[in-house]
């Protein structure tokens, strides 16, 4: 069998090039930006300086690369394997059964390929939840995007298994990661019925005292609800209160079936919040989302796409359209979860759970932008160009990726991507017929 590649090898070898961008469409008008190193330097109707790379921006909108802040990237591997079923029959007859037979070959193609998805679609930086993140560090390392990736871990309620989690966990951090600052490291406690209480906890400390994001699925289900009150007395917001783990690091996905207290909880504690709504849906895990709420009790609330075997695709674009028509029509309120709101949660929130000086085109901050072609009938006639883009496009509307100042897609061209898709095709096969 093929070797994965030696951690961080650069066969793209793409460096940062001062970059001009000429004439492209900002807030409606035309304007020249330029790039110096990783940072936007400057944004002028007319800009005549010199740089190694001019771009032309006549007939192409820019707008902040957009954040995914929840998914599984080496999960593209089973895209459309064990469709239409409940969660957690899915989980433990099609999910875990593979995963347990996963190499650091598989989610280096796996990532790669989900790297490939969601610079196509206008990605550069994911919260990313999986195993073996050594692999999907070098693979996000080639590709050039931003991502915190956090090693899942499980322990079923099962001591031995705890201290096998905490062993692991204490040897990845026991020294830095041998990569670039784009990628940064977390840990992933999988969830409130596969981690115990004790496991919680020490994870939450071991973060604490080194400083790292910690990420969780919870309150995803009624049946996760219901369970939660049974064995432990109370609902899932509480419980982690309960634990003492509620912090500003936590970031928790899906959210679904809280109270207004158990929000107010949330914000009191400044926890992050990620909203899934193609996952959501997809698996009837609910739908009645309280982005509003939690969003007016001062909550960063962020948009991800969650694993491609839930959601089936990596576009944060679509993502923004489902998040938006679903809260208008639960609420029966057409002003619910507006257009700008929803651009908003897919780049600024995202910077403010990362802690990036990103998420919007200003002098300062980092050169993560794309460039979205208006040549397209979805951006005719143009009266709003956020409308469109939300409710109109996909991800096939974007041209041009920028990610820490360095061109990672022109033209919709991403360098290696032919060989990716083959190698994740092969690998996928392999796994789900591997004994």
């Known amino acids: 069998m093929r070797s994965v590649r030696p951690s961080f090898y650069n066969k793209n070898k793409t460096v940062a090039l001062n970059i001009l961008i000429k004439s492209a469409e900002l807030d409606g008008k035309p304007v020249d930006m330029l790039i110096e190193g ?20 006549r007939s192409k909108a820019v707008i902040p690369g957009l954040m995914n802040m929840h998914t599984h990237a080496g999960m593209t591997l089973f895209r459309g394997y064990g469709d239409d079923m409940p969660l957690m029959t899915w989980l433990n007859e099609k999910i875990w059964p593979n995963e347990a037979k996963l190499t650091d070959e598989d989610v280096y193609w796996g990532t790669k390929l989900a790297c490939v998805e969601m610079l196509k679609s206008g990605t ?32 079923h309620f099962r001591p031995e298994l705890s201290e096998r989690c905490k062993n692991i966990i204490t040897r990845r ?5 041998n ?3 784009r990628i940064r490291t977390g840990i992933g406690p999988h969830a409130i019925y596969t981690v115990s209480g004790e496991l919680l906890r020490w994870v939450h400390d071991f973060a604490e005292t080194h400083d790292l994001p910690v990420q969780l699925h919870l309150a995803e289900t009624e049946g996760e609800v219901n369970d939660c009150i049974a064995r432990f007395g109370t ?5 982690l209160r309960k634990l003492g783990i509620l912090s500003p690091r936590l970031v928790l996905s899906h959210v679904l079936h809280v109270d207004d207290d158990e929000v107010q909880m949330l914000a009191d504690s400044g926890v992050s919040v990620v909203h899934n709504p193609a996952s959501n ?43 938006s028509l679903l809260g208008k029509a639960w609420r029966k309120d057409p002003e619910a979860l507006p257009c700008d709101e929803m651009l908003h949660a897919a780049t ?25 072609d208006l040549n397209l009938p979805v951006f005719k006639p143009n009266f709003n160009f956020v409308s469109n883009l939300v409710f109109a496009a996909n991800g096939s509307c974007v041209d041009t990726v920028i990610c820490d100042g360095k061109i990672l897609m022109q033209g919709r061209k991403i360098h290696g991507e032919e060989e990716i898709l083959t190698q994740a095709e092969r690998m996928a096969c392999q796994l789900t017929a591997r004994q």
């Open 38 to 57: 990783n940072r936007i330097a400057r944004i002028a109707p007319h800009i005549g300086a010199e740089a190694a790379v001019t771009l032309d921006g």
């Open 124 to 155: 550069t930086t994911f919260l990313d939840m999986y195993h073996k993140p050594d692999a999907g560090a070098a693979a996000v390392e080639e590709m050039g995007l931003r991502a915190v990736l956090s090693e899942v871990c499980f322990d």
């Open 173 to 177: 951090f026991s020294s830095p990661m």
């Open 235 to 239: 609902t899932p917001v509480r419980y």
């Open 281 to 323: 849906m997809k698996l009837a895990s609910g739908y009645r989302f309280k982005y509003s709420e939690m969003r007016k009790a001062g909550i960063r609330v962020g948009l991800g796409t969650d694993g491609c075997s839930s959601s089936n695709n990596l576009d944060m674009i679509e993502t923004m359209k489902l998040a």
């Open 179 to 181: 990569c670039s600052v």
């Open 348 to 372: 600024e929130a995202g910077a403010a759970i990362t802690g990036l000086q990103a998420g919007r085109i200003a002098e300062g901050y980092l050169a993560d932008l794309c460039l979205i």
